[in-house]
């Protein structure tokens, strides 16, 4: 066996005895598939290699009127597939277009993944349950290897449970706003930086790789969206951090990252959570 497969295997293996994400049921063990967006001819297992959307972007929102989520961080905006091209597939299964996230997460006991959930996956509109059901309908249901039928004795609904804590363990790898003050990069209602500036931040701790920064038509800085390319499945897999294919939207300079508006937050909608 090669190292790479037994590193490949060791990560399972660890992730499948200790992540709460994988209750009866547990993804196939993937060995030796070629990096997502790297191969050279097709790929028929689909399950140890994400197709179509081999590119994997975790997103960030910094909400700052209405704020959400805390003062000192950004918040998830989701786990999104890409085509490896810019292009992406969404809504690639009605039938788990799912109206009960936070129930699922609590019938399989996920209860501390649901609590971080509630402060660090906000809607900006107070209706974080919508949100959610969104992020998994569009973009959960179009990562291939969360299909149904990739799972050894499949339980219902464990894919999305695998979706939410794979974001959450991935957006705690990724905490943006200590990487922008690390270089001097803080909310600020005066100061401006330039868009090498946050591209550097951010660079500095993914061994130079760009992310991709979203800003307001008036320079604010609203999203960074962190690209992944996918050693195995997107459960337990090895993220390598890769260049953005698209472009972003913020000027070369005059960047504005406001301080959020702490009396601003969203009324939540009743029933949401």
Known sequence: MSSFS????GAAQVAFLFSQSVIAGHPEFCLDFPLSCTNTSAVPNTCCFNYPGGELLQTQFWDTDPATGPANSWTIHGLWPDNCDG??????????????????????????????METYWKDQGGNDESFWEHEWGKHGTCISTFDTDCYVDYTPQEEVVDFFQ????LFKTLPSYVFLAIAGIVPSTTQTYTAAQVQHALGAFRGGVNASIQCSDSGQLQQIYYHFH????????????????????????????????????????????
């Open 6 to 9: 037994r590193v490949v295997l």
């Open 87 to 116: 292009t992406y597939n969404q809504y690639c299964d009605e039938t788990r277009q799912y109206t009960n996230i936070s129930a699922i997460l609590q019938s399989y006991n996920a209860n501390s993944l649901l609590s971080y």
């Open 166 to 169: 794979k974001t959450v363990d």
């Open 230 to 273: 996918i050693a195995g499945s997107a459960q337990e897999g090895i993220y390598i951090p890769t260049q953005p294919d698209g472009p972003s939207s913020c000027p070369q300079e005059g960047i504005q990252y406001l301080p959020k508006n702490l009396s601003s937050y969203p009324t939540p909608v009743p029933g949401s959570y």
